[in-house]
């Protein structure tokens, strides 16, 4: 009874505080699946009074006197027609409308009705992001989307790796780009997923092509929320919760690295009663917190949305943080009916504190790395002993893990503005002109002070080794960028009878300015406020600065034709110019043609009962990749070469060389792709779906390209268009959505990306080589013809010697032995040219990190007042390089556990695990692992708590659910993760990699 | 309100047609690369060339694009001797030096194929330098000359690395326009014979001879017409050409410019930097604040922590002298301690005491029993501006009086002419030896082996004397005579050039 009194005391309340009119509340469900639907129309008919429903599907309204009927309409459904009475809740499920499917998405300049859509494009909604407690949006958006494969390091405040429908170049530019609220950029990091309404992914080339240049590795629009037309709505968002490392490697414990030391070397390392676990000493678990609070409010005039977001990500290294501040007003005002205007803005600061990357410096400049000394450090030396460190160093080549973080200090500062305005003029009914201005402004202060240690027993609990610092150095560096971009379009909309035309037309202008700057001195005290370069030795005195620029200029065009609703033609051109590019290149044009048939619109498809949709579409189109150095095919002057004339105490006479040869005829990478799909619909749209093949090919990919020695180059290889690649693939995508009864709704998506990498040619050129991780290893991935970029080519085992008389035998053909130092218990490694020597020309191909297939499994219930949603995201048929193993190179080194007990020895004759070893073994695929897995990407679990009990406190939404990201994981892999963000050349190589994380977190949203 | 609608229109097309005409008119797409020097831009630039060619004797990157004098040319010239072991641990770069060392190396050898593109590297540089000279405007004639003397020298003593380590080599003597021309001329990817390399290196040192001033009137670590005659009697040497030898190594001693320091141990030492006996060494210091150094040279050949280990150690500890050496000095020879730095290994423990009074500890805490003495650097009693960094700057001596000497006996015992005994003797006398009566080839070799040992000489001294197969076989060593006397040529380079560069006999 309790629900019910309070219910009519409300009631009681709303009718004497708002005299003749009152308040209706309520929400809006999808009929098919129980699931809110946000950013419905609520309107009180006849009249323009209305609001639109909130992310929750949840309105309130203020009924005017006299009025008592509400039509509620949202695209892609059947507008429903209410009449009020005396109710003051109105809950209503909204049936979709089969027949028109008028889902509108963002395309690029413009929106189309999905249905018209004859590219391959998909929408992942900002709800469905919001829920993950991860820092950036796209990595929310893993194993949601077809074709777009998402590769994240789980490090705070990093951003994570996107590859939509394979890698299509050598060189690094593989990166996405992001239009965020048509401001064009490559990191998103500074946006609150709390912000976003949608991201619309366009992946292949002919909806891509749009954005030209920009487009050749597909992208990523994102739509910032906007206020609506109603009273002040006030959102609460947040969670807490925890992290810990995942899937840890487990290392050798003191006895086992003592039996294993005196196994490779003959005698047993030094003991003592420690039995360090150097990962458990730098790690931690961790707390993570996001708060988020929105005010939108609007009228039919003016609306505004107002956020800010906190987040505070300690990683689970110690001293490690991340901390963002975010603050977005997005406000839009009508002044007539033909003129509106608007202004989305937001600002970002973010503070880095030990940042994983920033700390593998040590205290010379050398790349060391705290996991890799965790790997590598012994586990019979102390971590910390009453605040001396033990001394790995004086014991082996190794520092202390946790001394590389206590005496280290970076923090990277950034504060960025971003934000774009627009105006937009409707002239006549048909005609829409807009122009907006877009800018983005970064600028990053890093500073790292490298603390003094002598390698004494202040320090040390004993005294010796190579870990010390003698004198502190402190460097900073500021970089700043700013960017403007300028677009100006015309949009024509008309109805001819039963043909529908759009086009749209116009220009862009877009501007880059980057300058950076770096210092450093040495000898500064160890007070962080007297962190500043004037407090330094000015003897000590370095800086360095370096500057860029480029524009581009473009002109574009689009027609949407469509006949009845039924057959579709896209057809899209544009015009870009580069200032990267040399004069002769500098303007390309990039066209595309789709064209669509919706046969489930056919008279004679009308009698069939088993497509509610069926509809082929099939595409065409070319893009560009611009992203080179901008002094690509100017030759410049390498500065800075010196030789030291009059003697080594005084400083050295400057000189030059001109030591880069450069292509003058370079030009863009162009993509061709052809994409054919069908969409169907069956079981009254319960089942939808979606199969796609694409075929791209990159024709004149940039690639480094060696040249001899004689022509003097310092790095022996010039940038230049050469090279082929394609990138195959099917993607499928199944919907399966069902309501059971009033209480209990689900859906379970799934959808799974199979493509091949190929490099079809190199124009004559010689293989890539990459993934270059020294010690014994070389080169461990090869780019060549026939193979997936960046495969890897290492050595192959054959076994292990089992005798030092088997290795003696091992001979090649001509009676030469192969592995003439070889003995019982060394790898077997296969001659494959019969010469008698192990060396690279006997390489072979062993896969490549790239994925044969990715897939996402994506649930969702509603029961009652209860959701539960799961997210599973998994890889199949990549490779992983265990590069941290592989450059074990000393015999002190620690091993794995693995390796002790799996070790080949006179009693155990493994043939996969090489004996008792001191390192540098060759680089063979006895390193080369699966990189399969699956995992639990998130879990969650919400309950809505009933609105009626929390009116009193003026709550209109209250939701409280519990989440976990990376619950479980399912590898092969024995190393930390196989998910390995690189260049395209040297991904997929774990060398010191940030484990993945497991975070279980609580929260909140509430509504005012 | 149509007004505004009327406005606003009208602004917008003004606007966007103003956008188009502006952009149409490819100012706005014509930036100029910023902080890029471009060619143009400079006045001074032929002056930097040519200091940009002395740099390129620098490189050291052994594992990436270059190496002249770094890691791999100590174990391309002394751990394929019999002087040096690869040293560290048995399995510590078992590839590529253990290779080099036991005469197992292949065409992918990682240091063959960057000692190949360092020295190509240089010799590009050189043309560069020479191009930009010939066209400059601004610099008076006796100053160009004196540096395309420079240069020239520089670019004869690459090419005499290169013909002694790979035999025929192309001959690349000109900067191409671009890419395409440097595939149509032959010369970048065609080997020619060593002898023509060798006339070429001739004319490059005859002309640094005729144009170089004297070792007086030089600033220091420029090269001097001293050097050049020095080192073009060392191409004759080569080339078994015994009265240039002698004509070009009396002129060097006649010019009084050079004489023998008295005291052996302190050449390698920063006090010994361009001494009188110094004729041509490549010069490190700093720059920036920072150490200019070659990558490698001193950090791989530092006394390298082990066994019990426990203290800070000097570097990798390669190229580590081997009995075979030590045992071939004669007793009391100075030189013995001054070139190597031994272990204690006594088990008394009290470790090896260095000439700057650091401690080296003793032998159940170091790596290896032997290390290379020259290649020591003092934190204490030597001044770098970061020392701290344990790959500190030394200069690497190429040319010393006493092998003018040495030369100039060789070539006496030769010709008939000259005193082959009094040179010899003299270099005896430094090193604390009694003087001999008469010396015979033999002995003028043997003194070379000690002058000159670990100091990148030896192994292709005993190619030139024609007896390295016995040498090497007597050490134990793979080789194989009539291959091993060069090395192979990069494989990298084979491939890229179409198989028109060819395999030097015996590698594939």
């Given at each position: 009874?309790?629900?019910?009194?309070?219910?009519f005391?409300?009631?009681?309340?709303?009718?004497?505080?708002?005299?003749?009119?009152?308040?209706?509340?309520?929400?809006?469900?999808?009929?098919?699946?129980?699931?809110?639907?946000?950013?419905?129309?609520?309107?009180?008919?006849?009249t323009?009074?209305?609001?639109?429903?909130?992310?929750?599907?949840?309105?309130?309204?203020?009924?005017?006197?006299?009025?008592?009927?509400?039509n509620?309409?949202f695209?892609?459904?059947?507008?429903?027609?209410?009449?009020?009475?005396?109710?003051?809740?109105?809950?209503i499920?909204?049936?979709?409308?089969?027949?028109?499917?008028?889902e509108v998405?963002?395309?690029g300049?413009?929106?189309?009705?999905?249905?018209?859509i004859?590219?391959?494009?998909?929408?992942?909604?900002?709800?469905?992001?919001?829920?993950?407690?991860?820092?950036t949006?796209?990595?929310?958006?893993?194993?949601?989307?077809a074709?777009?494969?998402?590769?994240?390091?789980?490090?705070?405040?990093?951003?994570?790796?996107?590859?939509?429908r394979?890698?299509?170049?050598?060189?690094?530019?593989?990166?996405?780009?992001?239009?965020?609220?048509g401001?064009?950029?490559d990191?998103?990091?500074?946006?609150?997923?709390?912000?976003?309404?949608?991201?619309?992914?366009?992946?292949?080339?002919?909806?891509?092509?749009?954005?030209?240049?920009?487009?050749?590795?597909?992208?990523?629009?994102?739509?910032?929320?906007?206020g609506?037309?109603?009273?002040?709505?006030?959102?609460?968002?947040?969670?807490?919760?925890?992290?810990?490392?995942a899937?840890?490697v487990?290392?050798a414990?003191?006895r086992?690295?003592?039996?294993?030391?005196q196994?490779?070397?003959?005698?047993?390392?030094?003991?003592?009663?420690?039995?360090?676990?150097w990962?458990?000493?730098?790690?931690?678990n961790a707390?993570?917190q996001?708060?988020?609070?929105?005010?939108?409010a609007?009228?039919?005039?003016?609306?505004?949305?107002?956020?800010?977001?906190?987040?505070?990500?300690n990683?689970?290294?110690?001293?490690?943080?991340?901390?963002?501040?975010?603050?977005r007003l997005?406000?839009?005002?009508?002044?007539?009916?033909?003129?509106?205007?608007?202004?989305?803005?937001?600002?970002?600061?973010?503070?880095?504190?030990?940042g994983?990357?920033?700390?593998?410096?040590?205290?010379?400049?050398?790349v060391?790395?705290?996991?890799?000394?965790?790997?590598?450090?012994?586990p019979f030396?102390?971590?910390?002993?009453d605040?001396?460190?033990?001394?790995t160093?004086?014991?082996?080549?190794?520092?202390?893990?946790l001394?590389?973080?206590?005496?280290?200090?970076?923090?990277?500062?950034?504060?960025?503005?971003?934000?774009?305005s627009?105006?937009?003029v409707?002239p006549?009914?048909w005609?829409?002109?807009?122009?907006?201005?877009?800018?983005?402004l970064r600028?990053?202060?890093?500073?790292?002070?490298?603390?003094?240690?002598?390698?004494d027993?202040?320090?040390?609990?004993v005294?010796?080794?190579?870990?010390q610092?003698?004198?502190?150095?402190?460097?900073?560096?500021n970089?700043?960028?700013?960017r403007w971009?300028?677009?100006?379009?015309?949009?024509?909309?008309?109805?001819?009878?039963?043909?529908?035309?759009v086009?749209?037309?116009?220009?862009?202008?877009?501007?880059?300015?980057?300058?950076s700057?770096?210092?450093?001195?040495?000898?500064?005290?160890?007070?962080?406020?007297?962190?500043?370069?004037?407090?330094?030795?000015?003897?000590?005195?370095?800086?360095?600065?370096?500057?860029?620029?480029?524009?581009?200029?473009?002109?574009?065009a689009?027609?949407?034709?469509?006949?009845?609703?039924?057959?579709?033609?896209?057809?899209?051109?544009?015009?870009?110019?580069?200032?990267?590019?040399?004069?002769?290149?500098r303007?390309?044009?990039?066209?595309s043609?789709?064209?669509?048939?919706?046969?489930?619109?056919?008279?004679?498809?009308?009698?069939?009962?088993?497509?509610?949709?069926?509809?082929?579409?099939?595409?065409?189109?070319?893009?560009?990749n611009?992203?080179?150095?901008?002094?690509?095919?100017?030759?410049?002057?390498?500065?800075?070469?010196?030789?030291?004339?009059?003697?080594?105490?005084s400083?050295?006479?400057?000189?030059?060389?001109?030591?880069?040869?450069?292509?003058?005829?370079?030009?863009?990478?162009?993509?061709?792709?052809y994409?054919?799909?069908?969409?169907?619909?069956?079981?009254?749209?319960?089942?939808?779906g979606?199969?796609?093949?694409?075929?791209k090919?990159?024709?004149n990919a940039?690639?480094?390209?060696?040249?001899?020695?004689?022509?003097?180059?310092?790095?022996?290889?010039?940038?230049?268009n050469?090279?082929v690649?394609?990138?195959k693939?099917v993607?499928v995508?199944?919907?399966?959505?069902?309501?059971i009864?009033?209480?209990?709704?689900?859906?379970?998506?799934?959808?799974?990306?199979?493509?091949k990498?190929?490099?079809?040619?190199?124009?004559g050129?010689?293989?890539?080589?990459?993934g270059?991780?020294?010690?014994?290893?070389?080169?461990?991935?090869?780019?060549?013809?026939?193979?997936?970029?960046?495969?890897?080519?290492?050595?192959?085992?054959?076994?292990?010697?089992?005798?030092?008389?088997?290795?003696?035998?091992?001979?090649?053909?001509?009676?030469?032995?192969?592995?003439?130092?070889a003995?019982?218990?060394d790898?077997?490694?296969?001659?494959?040219?019969?010469?008698?020597?192990?060396?690279?020309?006997?390489?072979q191909?062993?896969?490549?990190y790239?994925?044969?297939?990715?897939?996402?499994?994506n649930?969702?219930?509603?029961?009652?007042?209860?959701?539960?949603?799961m997210?599973?995201?998994?890889?199949?048929?990549n490779?992983v390089?265990?590069?941290?193993?592989?450059?074990?190179?000393?015999?002190?080194?620690?091993?794995?556990?693995?390796?002790?007990?799996?070790?080949?020895?006179?009693?155990?004759r493994?043939q996969?695990?090489?004996g008792a070893?001191?390192?540098?073994?060759?680089a063979?695929?006895?390193?080369?692992?699966?990189?399969?897995?699956?995992?639990?990407?998130?879990?969650?679990v919400?309950?809505?708590?009933?609105?009626?009990s929390?009116?009193?406190?003026k709550?209109?939404s209250?939701r409280?659910?519990?989440?976990?990201?990376?619950?479980f994981?399912?590898?092969?892999?024995?190393?930390?993760?196989?998910?390995?963000?690189?260049?395209?050349?040297?991904?997929?190589?774990?060398?010191?990699?940030?484990?993945?994380?497991?975070?279980?977190?609580?929260?909140?949203?509430?509504?005012? | 309100m149509?007004?505004?609608?009327?406005?606003?229109?009208?602004?917008?097309?003004?606007?966007t047609?103003?956008?188009?005409?502006?952009s149409?008119?490819?100012?706005?797409?014509?930036?100029?690369?910023?902080?890029?020097?471009?060619?143009?831009?400079?006045?001074n630039l032929?002056t930097?060339?040519?200091t940009?060619?002395?740099?390129?004797?620098?490189?050291?990157?052994?594992?990436?694009?270059?190496?002249?004098?770094g890691?791999?040319?100590?174990?391309?010239?002394?751990?394929?001797s019999?002087?040096?072991?690869?040293g560290?641990?048995?399995?510590?770069?078992?590839?590529p030096i253990?290779?080099?060392?036991?005469?197992?190396l292949?065409?992918?050898?990682?240091?063959?194929?960057?000692?190949?593109?360092g020295?190509?590297?240089?010799?590009?540089?050189?043309?560069?330098a020479?191009?930009?000279?010939?066209?400059?405007?601004t610099?008076?004639a006796?100053?160009?000359k004196?540096?395309?003397?420079?240069?020239r020298?520089?670019?004869?003593?690459?090419?005499?690395?290169?013909?002694?380590?790979?035999?025929?080599?192309?001959?690349?003597?000109?900067?191409?326009?671009?890419?395409?021309?440097?595939?149509?001329?032959?010369?970048?990817?065609?080997?020619?014979d060593?002898?023509?390399?060798?006339?070429?290196?001739?004319?490059?040192?005859?002309?640094?001879?005729?144009?170089?001033?004297?070792?007086?009137?030089?600033?220091?670590?420029h090269?001097?017409?001293?050097?050049?005659?020095?080192m073009?009697?060392?191409?004759?040497?080569?080339?078994?050409?015994w009265?240039?030898?002698?004509?070009?190594?009396?002129?060097?001693?006649?010019?009084?410019?050079?004489?023998?320091?008295?005291?052996?141990?302190?050449?390698?030492?920063?006090?010994?930097?361009?001494?009188?006996?110094?004729?041509?060494?490549?010069?490190t210091?700093?720059?920036?604040?920072?150490?200019?150094k070659?990558?490698n040279?001193?950090?791989?050949?530092?006394?390298?922590?082990g066994?019990?280990?426990?203290?800070?150690?000097?570097?990798?500890?390669?190229n580590?002298?081997?009995?075979?050496?030590?045992?071939?000095?004669e007793p009391?020879?100075?030189?013995?301690a001054?070139?190597?730095?031994?272990?204690d290994?006594?088990?008394?423990?009290?470790?090896?005491?260095?000439?700057?009074?650091?401690?080296?500890?003793?032998?159940?805490?170091?790596?290896?029993?032997?290390y290379?003495y020259?290649a020591?650097?003092?934190?204490?009693?030597?001044?770098?501006?970061?020392?701290?960094?344990k790959?500190r700057?030394k200069?690497?001596?190429?040319?010393?009086?006493?092998?003018?000497?040495?030369?100039?006996?060789?070539a006496?015992?030769?010709?008939g002419?000259?005193?082959?005994?009094?040179?010899?003797?003299k270099?005896?006398?430094?090193?604390?030896?009694?003087?001999?009566?008469?010396?015979?080839?033999?002995?003028?070799?043997?003194?070379?082996?000690?002058?000159?040992?670990?100091?990148?000489?030896?192994?292709?001294d005993?190619?030139?004397q024609?007896?390295?197969?016995?040498?090497?076989?007597a050490?134990?060593?793979?080789?194989?005579?009539?291959t091993?006397?060069l090395?192979?040529v990069?494989?990298?380079q084979?491939?890229?050039s179409?198989?028109?560069?060819s395999?030097?006999?015996?590698?594939n």
């Open positions: 009874m309790m629900p019910k009194l309070l219910f005391k409300l009631l009681f309340l709303v009718c004497i505080s708002t005299y003749g009119q009152r308040t209706v509340q309520g929400t809006v469900t999808s009929k098919d699946d129980g699931q809110p639907i946000p950013g419905v129309n609520v309107v009180v008919q006849g323009t009074t209305g609001t639109a429903t909130d992310v929750d599907g949840k309105f309130s309204l203020s009924l005017p006197p006299g009025q008592n009927t509400l509620f309409s695209l892609g459904y059947v507008t429903q027609t209410i009449t009020v009475g005396e109710q003051s809740v109105i809950d499920a909204l049936a979709t409308d089969t027949q028109t499917l008028e998405v963002v395309v300049y413009g929106v189309q009705k999905k249905s018209d004859t590219g391959s494009t998909a929408t992942v909604g900002g709800a469905e992001l919001i829920r993950q407690p991860v820092l949006a796209t990595q929310a958006m893993q194993g949601k989307v074709g777009v494969q998402i590769i994240s390091s789980g490090q705070p405040g990093s951003s994570p790796q996107i590859r939509i394979g890698v299509g170049t050598t060189l690094s530019g593989t990166t996405s780009l992001y239009v965020v609220d401001v064009l950029t990191d998103i990091s500074n946006i609150n997923t709390a912000d976003i309404v949608d991201m619309n992914i366009l992946k292949d080339a002919s909806s891509a092509a749009i954005y030209g240049s920009r487009g050749a590795n597909g992208v990523i629009i994102i739509t910032t929320k906007r609506s037309n109603g009273k002040l709505k006030i959102d609460y968002n947040n969670n807490i919760g925890i992290r810990q490392a899937n840890l487990q290392m414990n003191s086992e690295y003592s039996n294993y030391v196994a490779a070397t003959g005698s047993a390392p030094a003991t003592s009663s420690y039995d360090t676990d990962y458990k000493t730098i790690l931690r707390w993570q996001s708060h988020n609070l929105s005010l939108s609007g009228t039919d005039k003016s609306t505004y949305l107002f956020n800010v977001g906190y987040l505070d990500d990683g689970i290294v110690v001293d490690n943080s991340f901390k963002r501040f975010t603050m997005n406000n839009e005002y009508k002044i007539t009916d033909q003129v509106k205007f608007g202004l989305q803005s937001s600002y970002a600061n973010s503070i880095n504190q030990n994983f990357n920033n700390i593998n410096i040590d205290a010379y400049g050398n060391g790395s705290v996991y890799n000394d965790a790997y590598r450090a012994a030396i102390a971590d910390i002993v605040g001396r460190y033990g001394n160093s004086a014991y082996q080549n190794v520092g202390n893990p001394l590389d973080i206590k005496n280290n200090s970076i923090k990277v500062k950034e504060d960025r503005f971003q934000g774009s627009f105006l937009e409707k006549l009914p005609l829409t002109l807009r122009s907006s201005i877009g800018a983005d600028n990053t202060l890093s500073r790292a002070y490298n603390y003094q240690f002598k390698n027993e202040t320090t040390f609990l005294s010796g080794g190579n870990q610092n003698t004198l502190s150095n402190l460097s900073v560096r970089n700043q960028s700013f971009v300028f677009d100006n379009t015309f949009t024509i909309a008309k109805t001819f009878g039963k043909h529908d035309i086009f749209l037309g116009g220009t862009t202008a877009e501007k880059y300015k980057f300058n700057f770096s210092a450093s001195r040495k000898d500064v005290p160890a007070d962080p406020d007297l962190w500043y370069l004037n407090v330094g030795d000015a003897n000590t005195s370095t800086n360095d600065a370096s500057g860029d620029a480029w524009s581009r200029n473009s002109y574009l689009r027609l949407n034709y469509s006949y009845d609703g039924k057959y579709l033609l896209t057809a899209t051109v544009r015009r870009d110019g580069s200032s990267r590019l040399p004069g002769k290149n303007w390309q044009q990039y066209p043609f789709g064209v669509g048939w919706i046969l489930s619109r056919e008279s004679f498809m009308q009698a069939q009962t088993v497509f509610d949709l069926l509809k082929l579409r099939a595409s065409y189109g070319k893009v560009g611009d992203q080179i150095p901008t002094d690509s095919y100017i030759k410049t002057v390498a500065l800075n070469l010196p030789y030291a004339f009059n003697g080594s105490t400083p050295a006479t400057n000189g030059a060389q001109i030591n880069q040869f450069k292509d003058p005829n370079i030009t863009w990478e162009t993509t061709e792709e994409d054919v799909a069908i969409e169907f619909g069956i079981i009254q749209s319960k089942l939808t979606e199969v796609n093949y694409y075929n090919k990159v024709n940039l690639i480094n390209k060696p040249i001899l020695y004689t022509v003097l180059d310092a790095d022996h290889q010039v940038l230049t050469a090279a690649i394609t990138n693939g993607e995508v199944l919907n399966w959505k069902d309501k009864n009033e209480n209990l709704s689900y859906n379970v998506s799934a959808n799974a990306t199979f493509n990498n190929n490099v079809v040619s190199l124009n050129g010689l293989p890539v080589q990459g270059g991780i020294g010690a014994a290893q070389g080169f461990v991935t090869n780019t060549d013809v026939g193979h997936a970029v960046g495969s890897f080519y290492v050595l192959k085992k054959l076994g292990v010697f089992n005798t030092d008389a088997e290795a003696a035998e091992y001979v090649s053909s001509s009676g030469k032995q192969i592995q003439p130092t003995k019982a218990g790898f077997k490694y296969e001659d494959v040219n019969d010469d008698g020597v192990i060396d690279n020309k006997d390489k191909y062993f896969g490549s790239q994925p044969v297939a990715y897939f996402g499994v649930l969702g219930v509603n029961y009652k007042r209860w959701d539960f949603s997210s599973i995201y998994g890889n199949i048929g490779k390089y265990n590069g941290k193993k592989a450059v074990r190179v000393l015999g002190t080194d620690n091993v794995e556990k693995d390796m002790v007990y799996k070790r080949w020895t006179p009693a155990n493994s996969d695990e090489p070893n001191t390192g540098n073994l060759l063979s695929d006895y390193f080369v692992e699966s990189g399969s897995f699956a995992r639990i990407n998130n879990l969650t919400g309950y809505t708590i009933p609105s009626e929390l009116e009193r406190f709550i209109t209250f409280v659910y519990a989440t976990s990201q990376n619950l994981t399912y590898k092969k892999y024995s190393g930390f993760t196989s998910e390995l963000p690189g260049d395209v050349i040297n991904s997929g190589i774990e060398l010191s990699a940030y484990p993945t994380t497991r975070t279980i977190a609580m929260g909140v949203n509430i509504g005012f | 149509k007004k505004l609608t009327f406005i606003l229109t009208s602004l917008f097309v003004i606007i047609l103003g956008i188009i005409t502006s149409c008119s490819e100012s706005f797409l014509d930036i100029k690369v910023q902080g890029g020097e471009t060619i143009d831009a400079d006045p032929a930097k060339l040519v940009g060619v002395y740099n390129s004797l620098t490189q050291g990157d052994c594992f990436g694009n270059g190496d002249v004098h890691w791999a040319f100590t174990s391309l010239t002394c751990t394929i019999d002087d040096a072991d690869k560290s641990t048995p399995s510590d770069q078992a590839v253990g290779d080099i060392d036991n005469f197992t292949t065409s992918t050898n990682k240091f063959c194929e960057t000692i190949w593109g020295h190509f590297n240089g010799i590009g540089a050189a043309n560069q020479l191009n930009a000279l010939s066209s400059s405007t610099i008076d006796a100053q160009l004196e540096y395309q003397a420079e240069v020298f520089i670019r004869g003593y690459l090419y005499f690395n290169m013909v002694r380590m790979f035999g025929a080599v192309p001959l690349v003597l000109r900067v191409p326009a671009d890419l395409e021309d440097a595939a149509n001329d032959p010369a970048y990817s065609t080997r020619v060593a002898s023509i390399v060798y006339d070429s290196i001739a004319r490059d040192l005859q002309f640094a001879i005729d144009h170089l001033p004297i070792k007086a009137q030089a600033v220091t670590g090269v001097t017409k001293g050097a050049a005659q020095a073009l009697a060392k191409v004759y040497m080569y080339r078994g050409d009265p240039k030898v002698q004509a070009l190594t009396d002129a060097v001693i006649a010019s009084g410019q050079y004489s023998l320091v008295s005291d052996y141990a302190t050449i390698w030492r920063q006090a010994g930097d361009n001494n009188d006996e110094s004729i041509f060494e490549i010069q210091g700093n720059f920036n604040n920072a150490n200019l070659i990558d040279y001193i950090v791989s050949q530092g006394p390298r922590s066994g019990k280990g426990g203290w800070d150690d000097l570097g990798y500890g390669f580590t002298p081997t009995t075979s050496l030590i045992n071939a000095y009391n020879d100075l030189r013995k001054a070139t190597i730095l031994f272990i290994n006594s088990g008394t423990h009290k470790g090896t005491v260095l000439w700057d009074g650091r401690r080296i500890p003793s032998s159940d805490s170091v790596q290896n029993l032997y290379n020259k020591y650097t003092s934190m204490t009693k030597e001044t770098f501006k970061i020392v701290a960094d790959d700057p200069n690497v001596r190429i040319l010393r009086y006493a092998e003018v000497l040495l030369m100039n006996a060789e006496s015992l030769h010709t002419s000259g005193d082959a005994t009094a040179q010899v003797n270099i005896r006398t430094r090193a604390g030896l009694p003087s001999k009566a008469s010396v015979t080839i033999d002995d003028v070799w043997k003194e070379r082996r000690l002058e000159f040992a670990m100091e990148h000489d030896r192994f292709w005993l190619v030139r024609g007896r390295a197969a016995q040498v090497m076989q050490a134990g060593k793979k080789f194989v005579a009539g091993h006397e090395l192979p990069p494989n990298s084979i491939i890229l179409g198989g028109k560069i395999q030097n006999f015996g590698y």
